[in-house]
């Protein structure tokens, strides 16, 4: 096994116990997408182009609560927005790769093959080491792409009192474990996720998720200047 495979199945190790979650969060975007009228193709398209669970989750509600084309448009880009910042923080690690491995592995840096990735990449400086966000973003594809499809076929049969809808922010918790390790970070999600809970009820036009999103960035920068300041 030359190295480049040894590196693309660490991927895939590494990032594999993550994707528990995402089986039943696959299956609920699947099953929500024809509960609220989108056709398979359609939904499959979704998985296919936009291969952003939270972000499709989120056009989902939105959708079906009546929002505005804008404010589908501006949250679910706001929520992807993330992912210009996964891409800065792995850039150094991959200057030097040609630009058609960039737009690849672009396609494939969503936030579990980004958690595993980021620490592998740090840690290791070999000219291979991309290889390791390859795997475990092809990964993350195909359990996505898989239980996507098989909730569009199969939601019909999930009984309701299994309470599917856990594994959402399940996923996403998962990848937060880390990240509470620092008291920074616990204010920061604190305050962004009472923001949206409250806001989902007072902030009009379904915006709620932007104003989350600015309300964290805004927090974090402070409390980042205010430490380096001490």
């Known amino acids: 096994m030359n190295n480049k495979t040894r590196v693309f199945f660490k991927g ?9 979650p995402v ?18 193709i359609e939904t499959m398209g979704m998985s296919l182009i936009i291969f952003g ?16 084309s804008l404010v589908i448009i501006s949250s679910v880009g706001a929520v ?10 792995v850039s150094e690690h991959l200057s030097d790769l040609k630009l058609i491995w960039k737009i690849i592995i672009s396609y494939f840096l969503i936030d579990q093959a980004f958690a ?12 291979d080491r991309y290889f390791h966000l390859v795997g475990g ?4 594809w195909v359990i ?3 239980t996507t499809f098989l909730g569009i076929f199969l939601g019909a049969f999930i ?27 616990i204010i920061v999600i604190i305050i962004s996720g009472l923001v949206a809970t409250f806001g989902f009820n007072y902030i009009p036009y379904k915006a709620y998720v932007i104003v989350a999103g600015i309300t964290a960035l805004i927090v974090a920068a402070i409390l980042t200047n205010f430490k380096k300041n001490e």
């Not at 895939?12 to 528990?20: A, C, N, T």
Request: glycine share 10%.
């Open 80 to 89: 992807n927005s993330r992912h210009l910042l996964y891409g800065a923080v």
């Open 53 to 68: 669970g939270a972000s499709q989750i989120i056009l989902l509600q939105l959708f079906s609560g009546g929002a505005s």
């Open 12 to 20: 895939i190790f590494d990032v594999s116990p993550l994707m528990i």
């Open 23 to 40: 089986v039943p969060f696959g299956l609920i975007f699947g099953v929500l997408s024809i509960d609220i009228g989108f056709s398979p």
């Open 137 to 140: 973003g092809i990964t993350c």
């Open 116 to 127: 595993r990735s980021n620490e592998y990449l740090k840690k290791n400086k070999d000219k």
């Open 159 to 185: 009984p309701e009192k299994l309470g599917l809808s856990f594994a959402v922010p399940l996923t996403f918790l998962a990848l937060l474990v880390n990240d509470l390790r620092k008291f920074i970070n």
């Open 144 to 146: 996505w792409q898989s």
